[in-house]
């Protein structure tokens, strides 16, 4: 597979081909999933949920995200590497918001970044992108305005609110952003979004029409002991299969059969000798 960029995604919305985005957090999960042919990995503030263990993506750091994206960016070879912005970075000065997203290019090595927010995010994003840093926007449900949104719910239902959602849609593309996320939508807004936009939307509980879909990765791999949204698909269970291999060792070691010999060294009978003699 070729190394996957942003000119690479518009590509895939003109020939109608779909975009397969996950979370990642981690070496070894981003070199599975960049060999099993992911396009985006994402290292999203989600850490701040199903990795620390928090129950909002509020309290993830700059430090937190640029910590992960450099682990996620020694695993893989060949997809995109996008990297949250946390909440907050983006209302600061300018140049501050500069600084902020070129941190997490520079030491995390992300490809871009991505920020949650409408069209008054417009000029932000259109200041990232004159300094080389490409955006990728982030609609519908934005998970770090939990508290203002007063919770995790769709977003877009009634005529107004798809409207303000189309119009944050393309204030985005017309600034300068390579593809927009767009969460907990009804699968009938998304489309119609997705029609209206030359730049790829990337669905989460968006429907089937999206140019493309994201998961989080916990979430994807039933790795996960909490909350699981409607939208997600569960694609292995990696609780269980921990769970019962957690217990097998604990009994193992109880009951003394592991280590067995396969695990074990032992002296030869000449290194025996001299240690009794
Ligand atoms: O943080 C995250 O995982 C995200 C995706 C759900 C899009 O922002
Ligand atoms: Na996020």
Not at 197 to 216: E, H, K, M, N
Not at 245 to 255: H, M
Request: hydrophobic share 45%; proline share 4%.
């Amino acid at each position: 597979m070729a190394n996957i960029t942003v000119k690479t995604l518009l590509k895939m919305k003109e020939r109608g081909e779909r975009i397969a985005m996950m979370t990642a957090y981690d070496y070894p999960t981003a070199k599975l999933l960049d060999e099993a042919g992911l396009h985006v990995l994402l290292i999203g503030d989600s850490l701040g949920m199903v990795v620390q263990g928090n129950t909002t993506t509020i309290p993830v750091t700059l430090d937190d995200i640029v910590y992960h994206t450099r682990m996620v960016r020694r695993g893989a070879e060949h997809a995109l590497i996008v990297s949250d912005m946390p909440f907050l970075t983006t209302h600061g000065l300018p140049e501050d918001v500069l600084q902020k997203a070129g941190r997490l290019m520079q030491e995390g090595g992300a490809h871009a970044v991505k920020i949650e927010g409408g069209k008054e995010l417009a000029s932000v994003v259109s200041r990232l992108v004159t300094a080389g840093i490409p955006v990728m926007g982030h609609i519908g449900l934005t998970p770090q305005s939990v508290h203002a949104l007063g919770g995790f719910s769709v977003q877009g239902r009634t005529v107004a609110s798809a409207k303000r959602m189309l119009e944050d849609a393309a204030a985005l593309e017309e600034a300068g952003a390579f593809a927009i996320v767009l969460e907990m939508v009804p699968a009938e807004v998304a489309q119609w979004i997705s029609s209206k936009l030359r730049i790829p939307t990337i669905g989460i509980g968006a429907g089937s029409f999206c140019d493309g879909q994201v998961l989080v990765f916990h979430d994807a791999m039933g790795f996960t002991s909490g909350y699981i949204p409607k939208h997600n698909k569960a694609y292995a269970n990696l609780a269980d299969t921990i769970a019962v291999a957690a217990r097998d060792y604990v009994r193992e070691v109880a009951n003394g059969s592991f280590p067995g010999e396969a695990q074990t060294v032992h002296l030869k009978p000449e290194e025996l000798d001299k240690l009794f003699n």
